[in-house]
């Protein structure tokens, strides 16, 4: 039974990073809300769009958790090496890969959306939109790392407050540039773009001025990581790298096949899967929670205490997530017209939210477990199961469903209900095993 200490220790941790990632998702839901009175063609060019982004982006996520997972561990084993190491490592991968990324990504954005999407009109919003945003990539691979050191630091208020002003400051510029206002041009879905990159650059400022007045003393860009940090950072981000590579691609071949059912069909995923991303975020706040508690318990030599933290941290994601999905659950059509102007494109989304709003507290347990293997260095299994699930019956069985078979996005969406119940009872047999207890990082 979990007690209301565990229950304080948890939530003091999951709480504040639930919130900095809530207010990066909402950043992206007010997008589409506002990209959204622009019409199906923008709103489907920005969804195919954050997906493209995903797929590069899925490049320095790794930093995170590796970064995370060994500041954790050394505090538990109460390390004399300077503190901000893994973090100035962090930052250094971010840059070395991130740069050479960004302008490769660039200058092949055309071709890569136009695998994806056939439709003109689509094509003329999506392309600019998706090239603004992979500017980015080094300044998504260096607030990563910073997200990895608070929380492992146990200090996740500090990335909190930056996500926060982040967000504020991205609404305002989207607000001004989408639609003209404060004297800036009227740039439409590519003003979106233009200040969710904006947002993030200061944020990725605010980040090294909080961490060069707080972290001087321990290293900040002052201790220099050897090669074999890097190589244990860069090693232990490959699992979660290629999981979300392999995941990113596999949302973007999922909008694809599902734009071959129907340009109003690809419009109602669009904000559905946003939806659905909102749901997970308590999920992957807890896994973060969960990824220092474990291992730093772990650092602690206490393996089969680190086995509860990360059990009591399952228990609160299937409660608090099924609660926070009821609303959805019995008022679909509400939630649904916040995105979406079209009745019959509402109509087609209502049955799929009602499952999303259904089954995402048990599938919190995927986000939860998978984020905590990935910091105590067990993500190889995690990304054989993400990939074997999503490429091997996932796609398969929804290019059968839908553009096969010509059935529509209800019926695709029960399908994806079933690779969740697939890919939760897989994660968590890998964790109840308990094989990553006797990894050394």
Same mark, same amino acid.
């Given at each position: 039974?979990?007690?209301?200490?565990?229950?304080?220790?948890?939530?003091?941790?999951?709480?504040?990073?639930?919130?900095?990632?809530?207010?990066?998702?909402?950043?992206?839901?007010?997008?589409?809300?506002?990209?959204?009175?622009?019409?199906?063609?923008?709103?489907?060019?920005?969804?195919?769009?954050?997906?493209?982004?995903?797929?590069?982006?899925?490049?320095?996520?790794?930093?995170?958790?590796?970064?995370?997972?060994?500041?954790?561990?050394?505090?538990?084993?109460?390390?004399?090496?300077?503190?901000?190491?893994?973090?100035?490592?962090?930052?250094?991968?971010?840059?070395?890969?991130?740069?050479?990324?960004?302008?490769?990504?660039?200058?092949?954005?055309?071709?890569?959306?136009?695998?994806?999407?056939?439709?003109?009109?689509?094509?003329?919003?999506?392309?600019?939109?998706?090239? @603004? *945003?992979? =500017?980015?990539?080094?300044?998504? $691979? &260096?607030?990563? /790392?910073?997200?990895?050191?608070?929380?492992?630091? %146990?200090?996740?208020?500090?990335?909190?407050?930056?996500?926060?002003?982040?967000?504020?400051?991205?609404?305002?510029?989207?607000?001004?540039?989408?639609?003209?206002?404060?004297?800036?041009?009227?740039?439409?879905?590519?003003?979106?773009?233009?200040?969710?990159?904006?947002?993030?650059?200061?944020?990725?400022?605010?980040?090294?001025?909080?961490?060069?007045?707080?972290?001087?003393?321990?290293?900040?860009?002052?201790?220099?990581?050897?090669?074999?940090?890097?190589?244990?950072?860069?090693?232990?981000?490959?699992?979660?790298?290629?999981?979300?590579?392999?995941?990113?691609?596999?949302?973007?071949?999922?909008?694809?096949?599902?734009?071959?059912?129907?340009?109003?069909?690809?419009?109602?995923?669009?904000?559905?899967?946003?939806?659905?991303? @909102? *749901?997970? =975020?308590?999920?992957?706040?807890? $896994? &973060?929670?969960? /990824?220092?508690?474990?291992?730093?318990?772990?650092? %602690?030599?206490?393996?089969?205490?680190?086995?509860?933290?990360?059990?009591?941290?399952?228990?609160?994601?299937?409660?608090?997530?099924?609660?926070?999905?009821?609303?959805?659950?019995?008022?679909?059509?509400?939630?649904?017209?916040?995105?979406?102007?079209?009745?019959?494109?509402?109509?087609?989304?209502?049955?799929?939210?009602?499952?999303?709003?259904?089954?995402?507290?048990?599938?919190?347990?995927?986000?939860?477990?998978?984020?905590?293997?990935?910091?105590?260095?067990?993500?190889?299994?995690?990304?054989?199961?993400?990939?074997?699930?999503?490429?091997?019956?996932?796609?398969?069985?929804?290019?059968?469903?839908?553009?096969?078979?010509?059935?529509?996005?209800?019926?695709?969406?029960?399908?994806?209900?079933?690779?969740?119940?697939?890919?939760?009872?897989?994660?968590?047999?890998?964790?109840?095993?308990?094989?990553?207890?006797?990894?050394?990082?």
């Amino acid at each position: 039974m979990i007690t209301v200490k565990r229950v304080k220790t948890i939530t003091g941790l999951a709480f504040p990073i639930c919130i900095a990632l809530s207010s990066t998702s909402m950043m992206a839901v007010i997008d589409l809300v506002m990209v959204g009175r622009l019409g199906n063609d923008a709103i489907a060019a920005v969804g195919l769009s954050v997906f493209c982004n995903m797929l590069i982006l899925a490049f320095v996520k790794g930093i995170s958790p590796a970064v995370q997972g060994i500041v954790a561990r050394r505090r538990g084993e109460g390390s004399t090496e300077p503190k901000c190491l893994p973090l100035n490592g962090g930052l250094a991968l971010a840059v070395a890969i991130g740069v050479p990324l960004s302008i490769l990504a660039y200058v092949l954005a055309p071709a890569l959306f136009a695998v994806f999407s056939h439709d003109p009109e689509v094509t003329k919003i999506g392309v600019p939109f998706l090239r @603004v *945003l992979y =500017l980015s990539i080094a300044a998504e $691979g &260096m607030h990563n /790392a910073f997200k990895g050191n608070w929380a492992g630091m %146990e200090k996740p208020k500090i990335y909190m407050t930056i996500v926060l002003c982040m967000t504020c400051l991205n609404i305002l510029l989207n607000y001004a540039l989408i639609f003209g206002h404060f004297g800036a041009p009227a740039m439409g879905a590519l003003g979106a773009a233009i200040g969710t990159v904006s947002s993030l650059y200061i944020g990725v400022i605010a980040n090294f001025a909080i961490a060069r007045f707080n972290l001087a003393k321990e290293g900040f860009l002052k201790a220099r990581p050897e090669k074999e940090l890097l190589g244990r950072i860069f090693k232990m981000g490959i699992p979660s790298t290629m999981q979300e590579f392999f995941f990113s691609l596999g949302s973007v071949v999922l909008l694809g096949m599902i734009g071959k059912v129907g340009t109003s069909e690809l419009a109602a995923a669009t904000p559905l899967i946003r939806i659905m991303m @909102v *749901l997970t =975020l308590l999920s992957v706040s807890l $896994g &973060m929670a969960s /990824a220092t508690l474990v291992s730093k318990t772990v650092g %602690e030599g206490d393996p089969g205490g680190a086995a509860e933290w990360g059990w009591d941290t399952a228990k609160l994601g299937v409660i608090g997530i099924t609660l926070l999905g009821l609303p959805l659950l019995l008022y679909p059509k509400l939630f649904l017209a916040m995105f979406l102007t079209d009745p019959h494109t509402i109509s087609i989304a209502v049955l799929p939210l009602q499952l999303i709003a259904a089954t995402t507290g048990l599938w919190s347990l995927i986000y939860i477990f998978a984020y905590t293997l990935y910091s105590v260095g067990d993500g190889k299994r995690v990304m054989m199961v993400s990939f074997s699930t999503q490429w091997l019956f996932f796609l398969p069985a929804v290019w059968f469903v839908g553009p096969y078979l010509r059935f529509g996005l209800p019926q695709i969406w029960m399908v994806a209900t079933a690779h969740g119940a697939i890919s939760t009872a897989w994660i968590t047999a890998i964790w109840a095993e308990g094989n990553w207890k006797k990894i050394k990082i």
